[in-house]
């Protein structure tokens, strides 16, 4: 048994984490400042072997006793917060992950970021490996989570190589799956809140950019995976199966028997238009792949967001 912190522990993947863990018997500490997360998450757990920290790791993190993991997951990670909380998401991929490695060395624990495909902007290498370095706008309105990811993977190799610190990255691509919040701003719960209330599907753009998208337990799997292994480089963790943004707008209108229509608005700024994972790293070193399909995923979706709606 392990005793692991997970940052953002209140969030949609965080709160997947806790569970999991849980359930192979380690002991957790959760910690969130619940900007973004939502107690609901994680009230099931709190009978069990699990600790929960109101904090906001942008200031001095402090965990009474023994620390073995700890898993830095906290940050707005949708467009509609951190556009909404620019500042905030800064601060948190810079000051927090540095308290956060800085727990980690004081307490002799390895270390793992959740990092992102954002990292990589709007590639111009398709499907991207993790040695592709991006192309990303630092100024425009997205860079304040591009940048504050890619702060936050130089600040973790620095204390690998500076401090000794035992790392790991992972890149994480499109993840879906029960507990994300209805108006979170990304496809798969904007379309399907809106599909299951039959109001008008929006899409942004012409539909035609494409997206892959990974089942939570999928991704859980992954990390899991990645933590038990000895790589520090970045490993991407998501589904390769591409497809565009129409094409699981339609999905998902068909998946729920909606009537609703879908309608187009402007791209937004930066908005990039191809997003798939070179996952060849997360094989070889992980023997991990995705085994959810999209339609089985997204029909264990669907009665969590009806749930919420109703």
Known sequence: ??????????????????????????????????????????????????????????????????????????????????????????????????????????????????????????PLEHPQTESYWGNVNPIGPRGVYDEAKRFAEAMTLAYHRYHGVDTRIVRIFNTYGPR?????????????????????????????????FCYISDLVDGILRLMASTTNDPVNIGNPHELTIEEIARTIVRLVKSKSRLVYRDLPVDDPKQRQPDITRARTLLGWEPRVGLEEGLLNTVGYFRSKLN
């Not at 048994?1 to 380690?26: K, P, Q, W, Y």
């Not at 990670?77 to 000051?95: C, H, M, N, R, W």
């Open 1 to 122: 048994m392990s005793r692991i912190v997970v940052t953002g522990a209140a969030g949609f993947i965080g709160s997947h984490l806790c569970e999991t863990l849980l359930d192979r018997g380690d002991s957790v500490v959760g910690i969130d400042n619940l900007r973004t997360g939502d107690l609901a998450n994680i009230r099931h757990l709190r009978d069990r072997d699990f600790e929960f920290l109101r904090h906001d790791v942008t200031r001095y993190i402090d965990v009474e006793g023994s620390v073995d993991f700890i898993l830095h997951f906290a940050s707005p990670a949708s467009p509609i917060d951190y556009l909404e909380l620019p500042i905030q998401t800064l601060k948190v991929g810079s000051l927090g992950t540095h308290n956060a490695l800085g727990l980690a060395k004081a307490k002799n624990a390895k270390f793992l970021l959740a990092s992102t495909s954002e990292v990589y902007g709007d």
């Open 180 to 212: 994300m919040r209805l108006r979170d701003g990304r496809a798969v719960p904007a379309f399907m809140s809106q599909a299951l209330r039959g109001e008008d599907v929006t899409i942004f753009g012409d539909g035609k950019q494409t997206r892959s």
